[in-house]
């Protein structure tokens, strides 16, 4: 089985059509989108238009070609969009949201997880704990978690932050696979102590929780995103933790001209990192 797999896509639709056109010409069975998938430029409030005016046809595409597609929105997206998403994949067989989820095909089985840890940006949507003990990077901005009314302001965002689930607790979480073996973890945010998760700055920002609960399980793979130019910086797009294989493809930012996605092939664990510029097919 082949799929491949992108992610921090961030609303550009360039990025998007290429990818559709490189899966029907790659012939994979599966297309894995990793999140961060809605405009980032402009009113954040407004990321339901993209939803609605563009991934709804979007996703009826790989559905008349027969080309499965995994999603999951992640901190750049706004939660109160989920159920929008939900349902917009609901009316395809061959789309499937894949947070908090399973989906199995052909012996192989795909979990989600689009928690992230804290990060200093205001939006805190999806922003946890990675622990108990876990140390707050210092914070840029006023937090904000959105609400169908608008921004809501967290006056205190270290107390409210207590009040929630930890990234260890929500991979614990997770539904069980029947085949650790047989398992890929579709994890937004990258695994510490590895060198997929290096910012621009050189800071390692990766979950400590993410590391611990692949160390401990070994599924087959992992994919991972999030920080956008860690491989650039690091030299570095995949690493092995024991068995478990584990990719970070990395993506351009928004205002570059290049697209980055990985593909797959299962039952030999080939595996190649493509670059592509805007005007390339």
Partial sequence: MKFLYVTDIHGIQWKYDHIYQIAKSFKVDLVINGGDMLPKKGNFLNQDRFIKNFLDNYFSKFNKEGIYYLTMLANDDLIIFDELLQNTCNKYPYVVNIAQKKFEIKDYEFIGMNWVSDFPFALKDRARKD???????????????????????????????????????????????????????????????????????????????????????????????????????????????????????????????????????????????????????
């Fill in 131 to 281: 622990s108990k003990d876990f140390i707050f990077p210092k914070q840029f901005g006023k937090p904000v978690i959105s609400t169908l009314k608008g921004w809501k302001k967290i006056e205190d965002w270290y107390a409210y932050a207590e009040t929630l689930p930890t990234i260890e607790e929500e991979m614990n979480r997770l539904v069980k696979p029947s085949r650790m073996e047989k398992t890929i973890y579709i994890i937004h945010g990258p695994p510490s102590k590895m060198f997929l998760d290096v910012c621009q700055d050189g800071s390692r920002v990766g979950s400590k929780a993410v590391y611990e609960f692949l160390k401990q399980n070994q599924p087959l793979m992992s994919f991972h995103g999030h920080i956008h130019e860690s491989p650039e910086i690091s030299n570095k797009w995949f690493e092995y933790l024991n068995k478990t294989l584990c990719i970070q493809p990395g993506q351009s930012h928004h205002f570059q001209d290049y697209l980055i996605f990985t593909t797959i092939e299962l039952e030999n664990l080939n595996f190649e990192r493509f670059k592509v510029g805007k005007m390339e097919s």
